[in-house]
């Protein structure tokens, strides 16, 4: 059985998922304004505007002197106008619309099996925290989506000033929960973001991969969770 006192935890597409694609709200967004805009369009258009800002201004642009809020509104209306949308006014006020409804938990579900795994940890004696390449309305997503209550912390790397896989917010969180890396692992669902960054400061980690998912031939089976219900057994089995 591994000796852990810490998990860490990434959030997006780990704990939560967004419950519709981008393009699919945006569009909805778009038609309560009298606009018709395809969806497939709007997804399009959105990777090439969150692509291009965020290799502009990494990790929203704090180095910067971007505040995160500021970096998405520029995303949000630099989508609409590659669809097609010049009305300033409108492209402004959709922007600021889905900001905020993207922290309600009208866009977040939490993912099959995350808050009874929460649970259990929990009961076993495990301190946890989170680190999410995230903004700082994380702490609010988490709360609406009834999931904040079983952290200690909730390290973002807007706040921490690094995103994963910068070994830095790692280091941060271990010092927020007190244990060396070998008594703490860290749950996500991106290879080199959070399995290979969380073992290259010498924690543990478990990668969160659904069949179908393509093969990632440096881990170990042992280390795979196809649901994050596994993840106590692989503990124990550790």
């Known amino acids: 059985m591994l000796r852990l006192r810490l998990l860490t935890w ?9 419950r519709r694609p981008v393009g699919e709200s945006y569009a ?16 399009q258009a959105f990777r090439e ?13 704090r180095d910067q002197g971007l505040s995160s809020r500021r970096w998405w509104l520029d995303v949000v209306g630099q989508t609409f106008r590659l669809a097609g949308v010049q009305d300033d006014s ?64 909730v390290l973002t790397s807007e706040a921490a000033g690094f995103a994963k896989p910068d070994r830095r917010i790692f280091e941060e969180a271990l010092r927020l929960g007190g244990v060396p890396p070998g008594q703490a692992a860290h749950v996500g669902d991106d290879y080199t973001r959070d399995y290979r960054a969380a073992r290259a400061v010498g924690m543990h980690s ?22 994050l219900s596994h993840l106590l057994a692989l503990i124990e089995k550790g």
């Open 10 to 18: 990434d959030v997006k597409d780990t704990l939560l998922r967004l």
């Open 28 to 43: 909805a967004e778009a038609r309560a304004h009298g606009l018709q805009l395809q969806p497939p369009a709007l997804s």
């Open 49 to 61: 505007a969150y692509g291009a800002h965020g290799r502009r201004f990494p990790n929203y642009g």
């Open 90 to 153: 409108i492209v402004t006020l959709m922007a600021e619309n889905l900001y905020r409804d993207y922290c309600s938990a009208q866009n977040w579900e939490v993912l099959p099996g995350a808050g009874e795994t929460l649970s259990r940890c929990r009961q076993r004696g495990f301190r946890m925290g989170v680190v999410s390449n995230f903004d700082n309305r994380l702490e609010k997503i988490l709360s609406r989506c009834d999931l904040r209550h079983h952290f200690e912390f």
């Open 206 to 227: 478990f990668l969160l991969r659904a069949a179908g998912q393509g093969e990632e031939p440096a881990v170990p089976p042992e280390h795979v969770l196809p649901t």
